[in-house]
């Protein structure tokens, strides 16, 4: 019985928050130790492409000696995954690619062989191996290729969503959308709010028709808001669709509103299932006003506009900001229906990095 007492003691509300908060450091103790495993192993390649073309231009030996080395690693090395003829060559050619002879590979490589390279290190060695060598097959510049690794990182990507954005071309895309902010926000904001936009917005609307009128096209974000977030960027929360704005005794609705927690502004989204037209930036600074006026508070930032149509003139969109005081962005957008049936998780599981860094 009094076994039976002392466990009714800890099915309390103190316990159980107690408890999360140790599996919550067991399980992120166990991730940090999976990253550093991780860096090893990265490292250990990287000396190993290394010396593996070093000893190939001195020696002149062709793909036979990596198919001996192969088998005389696995032979000593029989537990250890990574060994393989395939992975061997990735490796290789996961040096070299970084090793091309060009402003950005060279700097990269000197940092990565130079003593003070841990801030590099902490970025490019960071992501697990399968990562690599998605961006090595997929990338053929070493600035696109460090664009999607610095991402990966910030964004904990997963080797599926890492796959969409290089598809997708975000490195071509992203802080490309007209907007007025250098001459309406303060200059650290704007250049943030540059970068979150993207021209053109990738929509997945898989398995539906590529010409949708506006409310069909936001009765589809909204029912896969998550994908609609990942499109966006980091640092968007979604507030809400037709979010009621009550003026003068009447009714308005913006289409989808935001919070931009590192811009720490309401982002108003106005979607155009047509071309863009200059009336277009009248009825968006409206909303973002009426939003400015019922939504911010002291510590918010200005609220920002942001106007996605199905296409645009970047000439015809840049005449329409001009003398517009408020902060607005305009880009188009591109239907895109040929995509993966679903997305995993923007956070890698432990399983799933522990995999990435046995795979051949």
Not at 6 to 19: A, G, L, Q
Not at 63 to 74: A, N
Not at 253 to 276: I, N, T
């Amino acid at each position: 019985m009094a076994f039976n007492q002392s466990n009714m003691m800890f099915r309390t509300d103190e316990y159980r928050k107690w408890f999360g908060k140790i599996e919550h450091d067991i399980r992120r103790s166990q991730i940090k130790a999976v990253v550093k495993v991780n860096q090893g192993l990265l490292r250990l390649y990287w000396q190993m492409g290394c010396e593996i073309v070093e000893k190939q231009r001195q020696t002149r030996w062709g793909d036979g000696f990596l198919e001996r080395l192969s088998t005389d690693l696995l032979v000593e090395f029989p537990k250890m995954k990574g060994f393989s003829l395939r992975n061997l060559k990735y490796i290789r050619q996961w040096y070299l690619f970084y090793c091309q002879d060009d402003v950005i590979g060279k700097q990269l490589v000197s940092q990565l062989s130079s003593p003070a390279f841990q801030q590099v290190e902490e970025i490019f060695f960071s992501i697990p191996w399968g990562h690599h060598v998605m961006i090595l097959q997929r990338c053929k510049e070493v600035n696109s290729a460090w664009f999607y690794i610095r991402n990966t990182v910030e964004n904990n990507w997963s080797r599926s969503t890492l796959g969409w954005q290089i598809d997708s071309r975000l490195h071509r895309r992203q802080g490309k959308a007209v907007n007025n902010f250098a001459n309406t926000l303060p200059h650290i904001q704007s250049d943030l709010a540059r970068q979150m936009t993207k021209d053109p917005y990738v929509i997945d609307l898989m398995g539906v028709r590529k010409e949708m009128e506006e409310r069909e096209i936001e009765n589809y974000l909204d029912t896969h808001v998550s994908r609609f977030l990942l499109e966006l960027g980091k640092g968007f929360t979604f507030y809400g669709r037709q979010v009621q704005l009550n003026i003068g005794n009447e009714s308005f609705y913006v289409d989808l509103l935001f919070y931009h927690v590192r811009l720490h502004s309401y982002v108003v989204v106005e979607l155009k299932a047509s071309k863009f037209k200059p009336e277009h930036v009248g009825q968006l600074k409206f909303y973002v006003s009426a939003v400015d006026q019922q939504f911010r508070s002291e510590r918010d930032n200005p609220t920002i506009g942001l106007l996605v149509c199905k296409e645009k003139n970047d000439i015809v969109a840049e005449y329409s900001l001009r003398g517009i005081e408020t902060p607005i962005g305009i880009s188009s957008m591109k239907i895109y229906n040929q995509l993966m049936a679903d997305f995993k998780s923007m956070l890698p599981t432990i399983e799933e990095i522990e995999k990435e860094l046995g795979n051949d």
